[in-house]
């Protein structure tokens, strides 16, 4: 028997895990705070890696990969980047049955060794721009772990890429920012708020980090992706210089930026429902599912033929709009099963389009055709079924992108002070867009008294902070306040 | 200036490093043993991963990915395994400021957390056979490290399997040993030859290993894949275990198998040359440069307009074989380096086929076309060229395997007594296909005398040893001798 999923509005946090776990997108593994990716979880992360990638190389960049240990000394060049991570890390200290010379961080991520390979590899502006991007794993330590979300070890892209100039390396940690946000609202139909983090909340050792930040259905806030701009911080502590057309020797500039498997907490908390897990059609593997109806054992050789040539028939005839690959189809043979049980697990996982076919839709040459997140059964013609498909597909796509908008949208409350923030927050939750006056302090004291931190300044299309010219919500000052986004989050 | 390349006959593991070094494959890192793989290796790399995965895939293998700790109390739980991989560990001691409880091996391969796991998946015979695969970093501490060849840290995918019987598990060891075998001659144009390991050389843990090998230029061996059938070792270990339809609880059979970044290292030294690397077309990520030749400034125009013409051409018309991808084809048109460097840098990256485009050529209509492997040029009409280049691509794929095999067959001596074998060794290197008597004592000495090792024992079509029926090389033991191939290794 099938356990049961806890509704979102009984309890949100627990229905997100029950998803998780019932659709075995992953699993809690015997190593603390580090999850087991199962193939229904890792198939959606190679979609966002195919997707990711294809991006990032158009974009210029090529892939690369760097040893994950990293000598403890090269942590500590660069001051802030040491106090931001070492807290984190997790250490060897013996390889090889002897204790090590120098202990080996695991990397949190790359800066540091990748810094001392490109101080080797940077000679001359004619090296410039360098454009590496790697698909690795990272470990960060930490106390509260959630499957996807934050874990001890996870799966990322981290780009790390060395200009000639301050402008240029900001130019491309915009432009990598600006990659992440349609990726996030076109394949995973997730609405991002772009907007760059405060000094509190940016890259440790960064001049300026970028973000996308989603809503989730509840309310809450969730980084998706980042984007920083390094300045010369890291190429001054690794002597990163390359010798300019004036002949003079100058330090580059750098920036990083990165996604991860939280991506899919982020989708599976934007669109999966009460029955389970919902799938924007162009992150699915499967896309189709169809389920022979067989009320007596001697009847399936004629249905499961009319199934085979109804796939074959949606394999000729669909694909996905602007993807490069091919519907997925299964048609589920399995009599061992019930039709019942299995309308169930298709709805668990997340199949787009499920398709029912019986002797009598095939003697009135129909389907139930049934798509996953409006979950109506609907009877169409076969002849219609393979066009359908596509169509379908695309507007599912569309849908969930729209409501997610609407469902964001809805919930951003636009307010001027810090007693009805409060008062709102606590009765609705959601996003707030505020006037606010870049106070570290008073950033501090509202994380403290609200558990809400700052999401992002807003931008506007130069890339500025957006004028508020109204006093900040929390202290009242009234000069160069900018416009920002305040939520509790993930 | 280009650094040269040191000649194969000269010293042949120069060659390599030197190969690897200048096409900017791959770069010593400051962490002792571990790599950096640049983006010329790297994209080798994602070719392999490509291909590789689809058949993984078309086997009915889905990926998966596990932690890479392993807590050190699950490596000691199978004997024979930890006896084999206790000496190359790396372990995390401490992490997020504390000293652990339990200390983390960083995995050296995975079947105990994975075990850990299936331990948990699998219940009945419902949920066999089990077939699960990840693509992962792996660290085994290395005394003496290569580059590609034998590294601290390395890439590699290792698929894991769950049969209810061990003939079942026997059968998927050796349709996983032939889809190395078909992937190393087709993809990689690299002749392997399939057999079993000795006791002596199996996986640690395993009932029976299978690999592949390949013969280098230097006539060395260089194991390139291995499928292990582990028995019920591990499921005993670990308690993974199922209800089978008779209602008893059993243990299941297992397999794993893996290839790695090494298979980099293979194709460099099977196929490449004393200009530098030559890459079989399956597996480049270019297949085509068009270099125009620009006598005086003010004729780049036209001369730029007609090898964007011909690019678009060859696009348009030119397909790898057998591959789902497109040919990648580049057109050089940085004006500050010389031709002549130009073609000694893509020979030395290796490019397929250069094409070489000036203004007397196109008022002749032609090309000046080179194949990488020939470096004969040619005077080919424009018009011929773009149906041209799928025809020499396909044949430079076909034209490396059958020369690497040639080489192959030309350097595997028929021996019968170990004098002869000594000395045969001494003088020519190359295989040894000889009668073996399975005395692992006689291998321990010959290693010791000749620093040959026992590759495989090679295998009938039943997958069964294959009778010597003469005295055993080295023991003169006459009964049950199998044919078994010697070489030194890498």
Not at 82 to 90: H, K, S
Not at 368 to 396: A, C, H, Y
Request: contains cysteine; hydrophobic residues 40%.
């Amino acid at each position: 028997m099938a356990e049961k999923i806890t509704p979102r509005t009984e309890d949100f946090s627990q229905w997100y895990q029950d998803v998780v776990l019932q659709a075995k997108l992953a699993d809690h593994s015997p190593v603390k705070g580090c999850m087991v990716i199962r193939p229904n979880g890792y198939s959606i992360w190679e979609r966002i890696q195919q997707e990711m990638n294809q991006r990032i190389k158009d974009s210029g960049v090529r892939n690369a990969y760097f040893p994950m240990f990293i000598p403890e000394s090269f942590i500590k060049k660069e001051a802030d980047h040491v106090e931001g991570f070492a807290p984190q890390v997790a250490v060897v200290t013996y390889a090889g049955g002897k204790d090590l010379d120098e202990k080996l961080v695991v990397r949190p991520t790359s800066e540091t060794i990748i810094n001392s390979m490109f101080a080797k590899w940077v000679q001359s502006y004619r090296d410039l721009p360098l454009l590496i991007n790697q698909w690795a794993n990272v470990v960060r330590w930490e106390m509260r772990t959630r499957l996807f979300l934050r874990t001890t070890e996870f799966l990322w892209q981290e780009g790390h890429t060395c200009h000639a100039t301050l402008e240029e390396s900001e130019a491309f940690t915009q432009k990598m920012l600006q990659v992440y946000h349609e990726f996030s609202e076109n394949v995973l139909a997730m609405p991002v708020i772009s907007g760059m983090k405060s000094e509190a909340e940016k890259f440790a050792g960064a001049l300026r980090t970028y973000c996308i930040e989603a809503m989730m259905q509840d309310g809450k806030a969730l980084q998706a992706g980042t984007s920083h701009n390094l300045s010369d911080h890291f190429a001054k502590a690794f002597d990163t210089m390359f010798l300019d057309k004036d002949g003079k020797q100058k330090h580059v500039f750098q920036t990083s930026w990165g996604v991860s498997t939280r991506l899919i907490g982020g989708l599976i908390m934007t669109h999966s429902d009460d029955k389970g897990l919902v799938l924007p059609p162009k992150i699915a593997e499967t896309h189709v599912v169809i389920v022979p109806i067989v009320p007596k054992a001697n009847l399936a050789p004629a249905v499961y033929e009319a199934a085979d040539k109804l796939a074959k028939d949606i394999a000729a005839a669909a694909s996905v709009k602007g993807l490069p690959y091919r519907v997925g189809i299964q048609v589920d043979k399995d009599d061992t099963k019930q039709a019942g049980w299995k309308f169930h697990e298709y709805e668990l996982i997340g199949i787009p389009v499920r398709i029912e076919l019986g002797p009598r839709d095939i003697e009135k040459g129909q389907c139930v055709f049934t798509r996953r997140d409006k979950g109506q059964k609907e009877f169409i013609p076969l002849s219609e079924v393979p066009n359908k498909i596509g169509v379908e597909l695309e507007q599912m796509q569309n849908e969930l992108l729209a409501k997610a908008r609407a469902h964001r949208d809805a919930n951003i409350h636009e307010v001027n002070d810090y007693e009805t923030f409060k008062k709102t927050l606590e009765e609705k939750g959601g996003f707030y867009r505020v006037p606010w006056g870049l106070d570290r302090a008073a950033e501090e004291q509202i994380k403290e008294e609200t558990k809400a931190t700052l999401r992002c300044i807003l931008l506007d299309e130069n890339h500025q902070p957006i004028a508020a010219n109204r006093p900040c919500f929390k202290t009242g000052k009234t000069d160069g306040t900018v416009m920002a986004i305040f939520a509790r989050s993930y």
